[in-house]
C-alpha cells in the first residue's frame, strides 16, 4: 500500500473542498472496495478523507412518499430497515444476494453504487487496462471474459458493475443526491449516474471532482410483487454471472433491471412494455445491441430463462 | 489467561523467539549483507502516522500507527493479539473476522485510524481456554475444525450470526424478507458463508452453532 495522509472530515462541504482541491485525495466510507484496492495499488490516493462522522446513517421518510436513505446507512441496515422491507423488497432481496455478513456490516449504501469492477484484468497491474491505466489497451477483449459484460461496452472496457443493490435502485428509479465544494446540491437519477465506457472507460460516474454523495432517495411505493434472482457459480458470497431484479403488477406489467452483462444496471423502458408477451420479447429488446464474446454469449439465454423463471414465479405466488 | 498485550503470553514469546532465532541463523549461514542490510522506512521519516484509541477485550490502547496499518495488523502486530488471524488480507476468507461496536467484520478491510473510539472483541475477548465461550466450547465438543487456522474468524463470525438472527437482520434464504427470520440450517449455512474453511469442516460447525442456538439441526 502506498503512503497517504488520513483526515476525518467534520462536515459535508469542508469534505467536498478537501478532496476537490487535492488531485491525489479520495473519499474514504467503509472501506471494504477501496482499502482492498489499496493493497494491490489499482487505488494509490495521497490523501484519504473519512466521511464515517458526517451523520448521513438514517434512512427518513421523503415528502413524496419515499425514503431518503443516508450515504453511509450499512448494506446491514439497509436491508434490515422495516420499511424497506416492507415497501422495497427488491432492495432487500437485492442486498442480501451480495457480498457476506461481515462486509454488509461495513460497506455503505453510497459506496456499494461506488464499487469498482471485478474484472479480473483490473485487478492485475502487470496487464493493461484502459480503466485503470488510460490508453494502456483492453486486456479482456481477447482475454478471458467470461464474467464480463455483453452490452453497453466498447472497443476500450467490457467491465461490468458488480453491485446487486444498485440493480434493485435501478429498478426503482432511485436519485442520487449530492454535495460540492461550493455547497451546491444536485440529485442525479440512477439512470444517469453510472457511465457506459465509450473511450473513457476509468470515467465510472456522473459525479465531478469531490462531489460526495450524502443520499439515495427512492420514489413512493409501488407496489406489485419484487423479485431478485441471482445466478452465480456457488449458491452465496460471490458476484452474479447474471441477475435479474423484477417488479411485476398484477395486470402483467412491470420492470425489469439486468444485472451482471453491462457496465450499469441495464434497464430499458421498451423492453419492460413488452413484459405481457414474456421473457423472451423483453431480452431480444434487452440485448438487440449486444455484443458477446465467445466466453459470455452464454448470459444471452441465461437472462431470459432467468427472467422466465421469475416471471413464472410471480404468476403462480 | 488474561490477554495482556504489554506482555505477549509466553507461548507467543517462546514461538516469535524461536522465528526470529532461526532466521537470524539462515541470514548468517547465507547472506551476511541481508542481515546487516538497515531499514529504511524509519530512516526516512516521512511516513504518515495518525493517532488512535482503541478499546479491545474491554482495555484500552492509544497508539500512534502508519496510517496504512489495517485493524488486522493492528491486533496481531502492535497489540500482539494472535489469536485473529491473517489468511487471504482481501475480506474474501473471514479468518481475521473480529466484531466491532456489536457487529462483525472483516478486520483486513478496515484501517485502524477508521477505528477511532471503537469497542473491538477478538477470540482472545470471548473467552479463553480456562473460561470458555460457549461457541468456542461447542466448537472443541464438535470438532469444528481441523487446521484450525478459520477457526476464530468462524467462531467470532458465529456469534454474531446468531445475535444477527435474533436482531432480525434478514438473509438470501429467507422466503418472505419482511418476516423475522428463523433460526436453521439454511439460514446459517448462508450466514457463515464468509467464512471459508479450506479443511471442510462445515458440517461440524454447524453442529457447534446448532447447540449454542439450543436445537439439533434440520432432519437431512
Not at chain 1, 438487440?288 to 459470455?296: K, L, W
Request: charged share 20%; proline share 6%; aromatic share 4%.
Amino acid at each position: 500500500m502506498r503512503a497517504f495522509t488520513y483526515e476525518r472530515a467534520k462536515d459535508p462541504v469542508a469534505a467536498a473542498r478537501a478532496v476537490a482541491a487535492n488531485p491525489g485525495a479520495r473519499f474514504l466510507a467503509g472501506g471494504t472496495n477501496l482499502v482492498d484496492l489499496m493493497k494491490i495499488q489499482v487505488e494509490t490516493p495521497t490523501h484519504l478523507v473519512d466521511v464515517q462522522d458526517l451523520g448521513f446513517d438514517k434512512i427518513e421518510a421523503t415528502p413524496e412518499g419515499g425514503l431518503r436513505i443516508g450515504a453511509l446507512v450499512s448494506n446491514t441496515a439497509l436491508a434490515a430497515d422495516e420499511r424497506i422491507r416492507r415497501d422495497y423488497g427488491l432492495v432487500t432481496r437485492a442486498t442480501v444476494a451480495g457480498a457476506s455478513g461481515q462486509l454488509r456490516n461495513k460497506a455503505t449504501t453510497a459506496g456499494n453504487l461506488l464499487q469498482r469492477t471485478r474484472c479480473p484484468y483490473f485487478y492485475d497491474t502487470n496487464l493493461p487496462c484502459n480503466k485503470r491505466r488510460p490508453g494502456s489497451g483492453c486486456s479482456a477483449i481477447g482475454g478471458y471474459s467470461r464474467q464480463l459484460a455483453v452490452v453497453g461496452t466498447s472497443d476500450a472496457c467490457i467491465a461490468t458493475h458488480p453491485s446487486d443493490m444498485a440493480i434493485a435502485m435501478r429498478a426503482l428509479d432511485a436519485v442520487v443526491e449530492t454535495v460540492n465544494a461550493e455547497g451546491q446540491t444536485r440529485a442525479i437519477p440512477i439512470a444517469d449516474f453510472h457511465r457506459l465506457p465509450g473511450d473513457t472507460p476509468h470515467i465510472e460516474t456522473a459525479l465531478a471532482t469531490g462531489e460526495l454523495i450524502t443520499a439515495v432517495t427512492l420514489p413512493k411505493p409501488i407496489g406489485g410483487t419484487h423479485v431478485y434472482e441471482k445466478v452465480r457459480d456457488r449458491s452465496s458470497y460471490a458476484f452474479a454471472v447474471v441477475s435479474v431484479a423484477a417488479v411485476i403488477q398484477p395486470d402483467g406489467s412491470g420492470r425489469v433491471a439486468v444485472g451482471g452483462v453491462a457496465p450499469k444496471p441495464w434497464r430499458m423502458a421498451e423492453a419492460e412494455a413488452a413484459l405481457p408477451q414474456g421473457a423472451k420479447a423483453v431480452t431480444t429488446r434487452l440485448f438487440a445491441e449486444a455484443r458477446p464474446t465467445e466466453h459470455n454469449r452464454f448470459k444471452l439465454a441465461l437472462v431470459e430463462r432467468t427472467l422466465a423463471g421469475v416471471l413464472h414465479e410471480t404468476r403462480t405466488a | 489467561m488474561t490477554p495482556n498485550p504489554e506482555t505477549p503470553s509466553p507461548w507467543a514469546m517462546s514461538r516469535r523467539g524461536v522465528m526470529a532465532s532461526s532466521a537470524a541463523t539462515a541470514a548468517v549461514a547465507s547472506t551476511p549483507i541481508a542481515a546487516a542490510a538497515p531499514r529504511t522506512d524509519a530512516a526516512k521519516g516521512s511516513v504518515p502516522t495518525a493517532s488512535t484509541k482503541l478499546t479491545v477485550n474491554g482495555k484500552q490502547h492509544s497508539l500512534t500507527l502508519d496510517t496504512r496499518t489495517t485493524l488486522l495488523d493492528t491486533l496481531r502486530e502492535h497489540l500482539h493479539l494472535t489469536g485473529t488471524k491473517k489468511g487471504c488480507d482481501h475480506g474474501q476468507c473471514g479468518a481475521c473476522t473480529v466484531i466491532v461496536n456489536g457487529e462483525r467484520i472483516n478486520s483486513c478491510l478496515s484501517l485502524a485510524v477508521q477505528h477511532d473510539g471503537d469497542e473491538v472483541t477478538t477470540i482472545e475477548g470471548l473467552g479463553m481456554p480456562d473460561h470458555l465461550h460457549p461457541m468456542q466450547a461447542a466448537f472443541v465438543k464438535h470438532d469444528g475444525f481441523q487446521c484450525g487456522y478459520c477457526t476464530p474468524g468462524q467462531i467470532c463470525s458465529a456469534v454474531s450470526v446468531l445475535e444477527e438472527i435474533k436482531r432480525g437482520i434478514p438473509s438470501h434464504v429467507q422466503g418472505d424478507v419482511a418476516a423475522q427470520p428463523a433460526i436453521s440450517d439454511a439460514e446459517i449455512r448462508e450466514r457463515m458463508s464468509g467464512n471459508i474453511c479450506r479443511c471442510g469442516a462445515y458440517a461440524n460447525i454447524l453442529e457447534a452453532i446448532n447447540e449454542v442456538a439450543g436445537r439439533s439441526g434440520d432432519k437431512a
